[in-house]
């Protein structure tokens, strides 16, 4: 197994020539206090695109020839590696295609037009990700045209080793090595370029992968010694969930990475909306993973220097409400039942007046009257104020309705009824 040298993260840094930005490397004082550490953030949101993808994606292109871009080149995304393809290419003036799930939100496909200018066509194929990109593939095989892989693939790797390669200067200025890197994983090629140059340059440093627990596929490529498909995958960090990771990136972890943390989405909106109060930093869900493996970790980096990557800034401002439930939901203070109301004249008021405390509020409540039925189901959400008060709550419901459901705890019924 050939692995992606120092020298060669170094070559692609190099050849950036101006294009992609030397992000900034922050010391976060509230972070810091919070997990009594010392805790920098890799501003990778900032980067031009928002999002690291630029790196690779502009490397990798230079590394084809003349011929092969006089061409064009074709990729598949539906994010931030399609942005980061269409920037590059109206840089360089060469033509991309670029294959997009019909699924792909509007705002995600606009940026892309704005990135890439006259330069990009897009082409709308696939319900999912896995769909769009064996289209695209054949389409670059019958079109003679260069596939620009989003994660497997050497040019990559390297590119994205240059995040690395720009934290360990900055804190060299400062006379400060790193004890953790924390980075997202999502096909790997952030971790594999990331990790490959710090055990490289600062072999005493832990690197750190962080999945979100829905898209956990580095983790069962190691279970299983290669990378596996995983059956199902949960969208919601949408930058990390791929369903199965690269050969080169799991030969890359595999070697490089000294531990992964599957990370719950509830505790990653959290962390979004904590990176955005507290600090004023815009993340995406993959772009706060490496923030919210800290809370999974706090009493192992205590007293450590440690380096989060913000990976990307790409968050579309429509999900925020979901952003929010998820993060109440993960802190248990929203919980969603099915409880059983006497169909009589007073139920409601008897449930509000004995059942709710004074710092709970019904968010949803759904009801349809039964014929000729004693009781009736209804679908209600309620919204305590502090953790504190949930327990209490749940006594109470149980005392009204013995046979009520918990849809927190099951969660197809919560897809359907939620």
């Given amino acids: 197994m050939s692995y992606v040298t120092k020298e060669q993260v170094e070559v692609a840094y190099q050849s950036f020539n101006g294009a992609v930005l030397h992000t900034p490397l922050q010391y976060d004082a509230y972070l810091s206090k919070k997990y009594d550490a010392q805790i920098y953030l890799k501003r990778e949101d900032l980067q031009r695109v928002r999002s690291f993808k630029l790196r690779g994606a502009y490397y990798a292109i230079q590394q084809k020839s003349a011929e092969e871009l006089s061409r064009g080149v074709v990729c598949a995304s539906a994010g931030n590696h399609a942005q980061?393809?269409?920037?590059?290419?109206?840089?360089?003036?060469?033509?991309?295609?670029?294959?997009?799930?019909t699924t792909t939100p509007q705002q995600k496909i606009s940026q892309v037009k704005f990135f890439g200018g006259p330069w990009v066509t897009i082409q709308l194929v696939g319900d999912n990700f896995d769909l769009s990109a064996q289209a695209a593939r054949e389409y670059a095989k019958i079109q003679g045209m260069a596939f620009i892989d989003p994660f497997n693939d050497q040019a990559i790797i390297a590119g994205q080793g240059t995040v690395a390669l720009e934290i360990v200067e900055?804190?060299?200025?400062?006379?400060?090595?790193?004890?953790?890197?924390i980075s997202a994983i999502g096909g790997g090629g952030l971790i594999s370029g990331v990790?490959?140059?710090?055990?490289?340059?600062?072999?005493?440093?832990?690197?750190?992968?962080?999945?979100?627990?829905?898209?956990?596929?580095?983790?069962?490529?190691?279970?299983?010694?290669?990378?596996?498909?995983?059956?199902?995958?949960?969208?919601?960090?949408?930058?990390?969930?791929?369903?199965?990771?690269?050969?080169?990136?799991?030969?890359?972890?595999?070697?490089?990475?000294?531990q992964l943390i599957a990370t719950d989405e509830g505790l990653v909106s959290k962390t979004i909306l904590e990176l955005y109060s507290k600090q004023a930093i815009v993340a995406e869900p993959a772009g706060a993973l490496s923030v919210a493996a800290l809370e999974e970790m706090s009493s192992a980096i205590q007293g450590k220097t440690v380096v989060c990557i913000i990976s990307g800034g790409n968050n579309d401002s429509s999900r925020m409400a979901e952003i929010e439930e998820r993060s109440?939901?993960?802190?248990?203070?929203?919980?969603?039942?099915?409880?059983?109301?006497?169909?009589?004249?007073?139920?409601?008021?008897?449930?509000?007046?004995?059942?709710?405390?004074?710092?709970?509020?019904?968010?949803?409540?759904?009801?349809?009257?039964?014929?000729?039925?004693?009781?009736?189901?209804?679908?209600?959400?309620?919204?305590?104020k502090q953790t504190t008060d949930v327990p209490p709550l749940f006594e109470r419901i149980a005392t009204f309705d013995p046979s009520h459901i918990r849809l927190n705890e099951q969660p197809s019924l919560f897809a359907l009824l939620v």
Avoid: W
């Fill in 328 to 384: 109440l939901i993960y802190q248990g203070l929203m919980n969603y039942f099915v409880i059983h109301f006497p169909q009589r004249p007073g139920a409601l008021k008897e449930f509000v007046n004995d059942v709710l405390g004074t710092n709970d509020d019904i968010t949803r409540f759904e009801y349809t009257k039964r014929i000729n039925r004693g009781t009736g189901p209804v679908v209600l959400g309620i919204l305590s």
């Fill in 170 to 181: 900055d804190l060299a200025k400062q006379a400060i090595t790193a004890d953790m890197v």
């Fill in 195 to 258: 990790a490959s140059y710090f055990k490289a340059v600062s072999p005493t440093t832990q690197m750190i992968g962080v999945e979100p627990k829905g898209a956990a596929s580095m983790a069962a490529a190691f279970e299983v010694g290669q990378p596996i498909a995983l059956e199902a995958v949960d969208k919601f960090v949408d930058g990390a969930a791929v369903k199965e990771v690269g050969e080169l990136n799991y030969q890359h972890a595999r070697a490089f990475v000294d």
């Fill in 84 to 101: 980061g393809v269409a920037y590059s290419c109206c840089e360089k003036e060469i033509h991309a295609t670029i294959f997009m799930p």
